[in-house]
């Protein structure tokens, strides 16, 4: 059993960053690769970027690609997500996940492929 815990949205400008978190609870954070989603209002979840147990390999969707920047630490037990170059289409809640598999190497997640999940973070990005 996981628990996640997102935070560090918040309203920003077109054009400027923000850094979003995923603390996680209990010992076995290293075992589970991690991604991060989002959902805006009427849309459904979306995948935006995935990092593996060790960090080595990540995957972001191509209109984040270049923008945002998946890590984590796991000395901290945190996945990150930090967002530079926002537009206002990035505006949604974002959620942290933990994959069901602990092998990830690569490549697009769909909601189904993670089994614990944060509560969500508000971006909005906006004048």
């Known amino acids: 059993q996981v628990q996640l815990v997102e935070s560090g949205g918040g309203l920003v400008q077109p054009g400027g960053s923000l850094r979003l978190s995923c603390a996680a609870s209990?010992?076995?954070?290293?075992?589970?690769?991690m991604a991060w989603f989002r959902q805006a209002p009427g849309k459904e979840r979306e995948f935006v970027a995935a990092?593996?147990?060790?960090?080595?390999?990540?995957y972001y969707t191509d209109n984040v690609q270049g923008r945002f920047t998946i890590s984590r630490d796991n000395a901290k037990n945190t996945v990150y997500l930090q967002m530079n170059s926002l537009k206002p289409e990035d505006t949604a809640v974002y959620f942290c996940?933990?994959?069901?598999?602990?092998?990830?190497?690569?490549?697009?997640?769909?909601?189904?492929?993670?089994?614990?999940w944060g509560q969500g973070t508000q971006v909005t990005v906006s004048l």
């Open positions: 996940a933990a994959l069901k598999s602990s092998f990830y190497s690569g490549g697009y997640i769909y909601p189904a492929q993670c089994n614990f």
């Open positions: 209990g010992r076995t954070f290293g075992n589970y690769a």
């Open positions: 990092i593996s147990r060790t960090g080595v390999y990540t």
